[in-house]
């Protein structure tokens, strides 16, 4: 199994409350995980937890077998790449940008520049780009290059984070397709926040619901009553904003 999280809590410093509670679930090389849940469930703080940009409280996540602490954190982000939901170039150019993962990995210049080209081909970027910076972007075409520079380095498990927020309905199931695709091809896991359910339904093998920061339910696609689902998170998103006026 590629990943394997086994009774995961996590408590920042200074809260009194853990914000996930008892997650345990796996995934495996080339399965696409959906995570869902209301805004506040915990979604983004697994994903953190998952590239060590923070760590359990207790429980463990093994990574090929072995546990997340003896990993080093930068080697570990080699292979298990999170695309955050607001993408940042760190100043670079589009190029730069998708040059600096392979670059990191020691490939020589040909090898680099061959990366680039397919990849960015299978993605439909236009050679303009390439010279732009993120302020030349816009905010889909800044989360376009993101996802593009989480798998030229070709991850053992990719984590993306609302991806496709600020893409229509059109680029974001092309966009998605791409991604399945080479994720399918190269047998790389996914975990996908994702609040366009519909999108969600089509591509994902596996869905997990989060709820104030519990998984309350791990389910195969096809298994799910997405349109209740969508109906659930509703709800819940109404209550909690309810409470929070009040």
């Known amino acids: 199994m590629l990943l394997q999280l086994d009774r995961i809590n996590y408590t920042p410093p200074n809260f009194t409350r ?20 209301i805004t506040g469930a915990g979604k983004s703080t697994l994903l953190r937890l998952l590239n060590r940009l923070s760590e359990p409280t207790s ?61 960015t081909e299978q993605f439909e970027i236009p050679s303009e780009w390439f010279d732009r910076t993120e302020l ?17 380095a070709q991850p053992q ?23 399945a695709n080479i994720t399918k091809a190269q047998q790389i896991g996914m975990i996908i926040v994702n609040h366009q359910l519909e999108l969600t339904a089509q591509f994902s093998d596996r869905l997990l619901y989060l709820h104030d920061g519990k998984l309350v339910l791990d389910q195969a ?16 998103e109404s209550q909690s904003i309810a409470e929070w006026e009040d």
């Open 18 to 37: 853990p914000l996930l509670t008892d997650i345990s679930f796996s995934l495996a090389a080339g399965e696409w995980i959906a995570l869902t849940g």
């Open 59 to 119: 429980g463990q996540i093994l990574f090929n077998g072995a546990n997340y602490r003896s990993i080093p954190p930068t080697t570990l982000r080699q292979q298990v790449m999170l695309v955050s939901q607001e993408p940042k170039l760190l100043g670079m150019k589009v190029r730069e940008a998708l040059a600096y993962p392979l670059q990191l990995q020691s490939l020589n210049p040909k090898q680099i520049e061959q990366r680039i080209v397919t990849i």
């Open 136 to 152: 030349q972007l816009s905010a889909g075409q800044k989360q376009i290059v993101s996802i593009v520079r989480g798998l030229i």
């Open 157 to 179: 498990i990719l984590l993306l984070d609302e991806p496709i927020a600020n893409l229509d309905f059109d680029t974001a199931t092309r966009v998605l397709t791409t991604i």
């Open 221 to 236: 696609s096809q298994l799910v009553n997405w349109q209740d689902l969508q109906q659930q998170i509703h709800t819940a």
